[in-house]
């Protein structure tokens, strides 16, 4: 099967489960057994290099349309392009080669499906397949996901207009938010805001998720213990309760061994363009996580990733499977 017809049948099954029957299915059919844990992850091959596309989406798939130099859908993309192109870049998996589609890589997905799969096979390399051809991701971009909430006694806007209101704290603590650093490796964002419950009340309880990413632990160590120190000011000074939950915990790193930049340099040069290097949050954390060496690889040409309007060009997917083949192929002669 070609990766053009592959992405046309794959990229229109929606959820984890189904697009994981679909995958051992496919390989069942081409006489490999597709072996599936309790996680949702399906993998086929049993060699310490292993490849990894996440099969779950952002956006619920549907319907493609598609033309002769280009398909639009959501999820066509990210990353059932990715699926698409390892799925079909070997006729048969090689023997020193796993191929592993993962769950939970995008949202809060937390890498679950990646860190249960590195926890119990511990590979001796690993790349992740995702993301536009070109791109090497070779630095794991971290973050860190948290929910904040503050609450009061509530009341009327006028009778117990002395009461603390909540939302006052929240306040504080989305300047906090804003008074973090913002530069070339740090970044934050206040991505979600609630509370009250009418106009003429005063908020029982308010509160926001903030989604903090950095390029090395300790900036996001420092970053998370100054948040959640101003939340529990912002608190007292106002007099309400603060609450606080880690949503999420994705690491920062590098672990691209020499050997594997090279690879990934020789592969896009046999591909036909030259690589960027660059930053990133893929499922490459969960490895650079243990010390495996680890990059990713992106292996399509697109846009408009999490978005309904999604498209991908279809004749860059075989551009795709000759990069990884070619990358597989240097790895492999450097023993």
């Given amino acids: 099967m070609t990766p053009q017809d ?62 002769e130099d280009r398909c639009w859908g959501a999820a066509v993309g990210d990353n059932s392009s990715g699926v698409a192109v390892l799925a079909t870049a070997w006729e048969k998996v090689p023997t020193d080669v796993t191929l592993l589609f993962p769950v939970g890589e995008e949202g809060l997905g937390n890498l679950r499906g990646a860190r249960a799969y590195v926890a119990a096979h511990d590979p001796r390399a690993f790349v992740a397949v995702d993301g536009y051809l070109g791109g090497v991701v070779s630095g794991a971009l971290g973050s860190r996901r948290l929910r904040l909430s503050f609450k009061g006694p509530g009341g009327h806007s006028w009778g117990d207009r002395t009461a603390p209101n909540p939302a006052f704290a929240l306040g504080k603590v989305i300047q906090a938010v804003q008074k973090l650093p913002v530069n070339e490796n740090q970044s934050r964002s206040v991505a979600q805001v609630w509370g009250g419950e009418a106009i003429n009340a005063i908020p029982h309880e308010v509160g926001m998720t903030v989604d903090i990413r950095a ?71 969960a490895a650079v996580e243990k010390g495996i060496p680890a990059l990713t690889l992106g292996v399509y040409r697109g846009g408009g990733a999490h978005t309904g309007a999604e498209w991908v060009d279809p004749a860059s997917l075989d551009v795709g499977g000759r990069l990884l083949q070619a990358f597989y192929q240097c790895w492999r002669n450097r023993g």
């Fill in 6 to 67: 592959f992405l046309r049948e794959f990229a229109v099954v929606a959820g984890d489960e189904a697009r994981g029957a679909f995958l051992q299915d496919y390989f069942g059919r081409r006489g490999e057994k597709a072996s599936r844990d309790e996680v949702g992850n399906v993998w086929v091959g049993h060699g310490p290099l292993t490849f990894a596309a996440h099969i779950d989406t952002v956006l619920e798939p549907g319907p493609l349309t598609c033309q």
């Fill in 215 to 285: 390029t090395t632990e300790e900036a996001l160590q420092r970053a998370e213990e100054e948040l959640l120190q101003s939340a529990m000011a912002a608190a007292q000074s106002v007099g309400v309760e603060a609450e606080q939950e880690v949503l999420g915990r994705r690491p920062a790193g590098r672990t691209a061994t020499p050997e594997l930049l090279q690879c990934a340099r020789a592969a896009a040069t046999a591909a036909g363009f030259e690589a960027s290097f660059n930053v990133g949050s893929t499922d490459m954390a």
